[in-house]
């Protein structure tokens, strides 16, 4: 057995797989309070976000926050934060996620204008550092540690 996978069993990640889509992104599927949606997985994305437009969708109550947002082109973006969100990827879980709320159509007319559908978020560094997240790029997975 190899190291990474001792190292996987051992410490008790959960194994979830990815999508690399036409502009070479991770994609990433999961739950934001028990509603399915698809995402893009972002190391360099501080927070987990979703679009305004799937404040509904995902059953979410924001307030508006001063942090400015930028991303794919644009700047200065007004924000909502949305806490005590349930967030579920493969069989990893947590209760208790602040979201941020932002527009997020420059991001999908950028995928988009590739051919690649449309996503409703960003997975980023926020879940990545709790989970002590292994991105895994030649197998198309990423590992969450369920360890507390």
Same mark, same amino acid.
């Given at each position: 057995?190899?190291?990474?996978?001792?190292?996987?069993?051992?410490?008790?990640?959960?194994?979830?797989?990815?999508?690399?889509?036409?502009?070479?992104?991770?994609?990433?599927?999961?739950?934001?309070?028990?509603?399915?949606?698809?995402?893009?997985?972002?190391?360099?994305?501080?927070?987990?976000?979703?679009?305004?437009?799937? %404040? $509904?969708?995902? &059953?979410?109550?924001?307030?508006?926050?001063? #942090?400015? +947002?930028?991303?794919?082109?644009? !700047?200065?973006?007004?924000?909502?934060?949305?806490?005590?969100?349930?967030?579920?990827?493969?069989?990893?879980?947590?209760?208790?996620?602040?979201?941020?709320?932002?527009?997020?159509?420059?991001?999908?007319?950028? %995928? $988009?204008?590739? &051919?690649?559908?449309?996503?409703?978020?960003? #997975?980023? +560094?926020?879940?990545?550092?709790? !989970?002590?997240?292994?991105?895994?790029?030649?197998?198309?997975?990423?590992?969450?540690?369920?360890?507390?």
């Amino acid at each position: 057995m190899s190291t990474l996978k001792k190292f996987i069993k051992k410490n008790k990640y959960v194994t979830v797989p990815l999508k690399l889509t036409a502009t070479n992104h991770l994609e990433v599927k999961a739950k934001i309070n028990g509603i399915k949606g698809v995402f893009i997985l972002d190391t360099g994305a501080s927070n987990t976000c979703i679009g305004f437009d799937k %404040l $509904e969708h995902f &059953n979410l109550t924001s307030k508006v926050s001063d #942090i400015k +947002a930028a991303g794919a082109g644009a !700047t200065d973006m007004e924000t909502h934060i949305s806490s005590k969100n349930k967030i579920e990827i493969g069989k990893w879980k947590q209760k208790k996620l602040k979201i941020v709320l932002f527009d997020l159509t420059n991001v999908n007319q950028a %995928l $988009e204008a590739h &051919n690649v559908p449309k996503v409703d978020g960003i #997975i980023g +560094a926020d879940v990545l550092n709790q !989970t002590k997240a292994i991105i895994d790029y030649n197998a198309k997975r990423v590992y969450l540690s369920s360890k507390k």
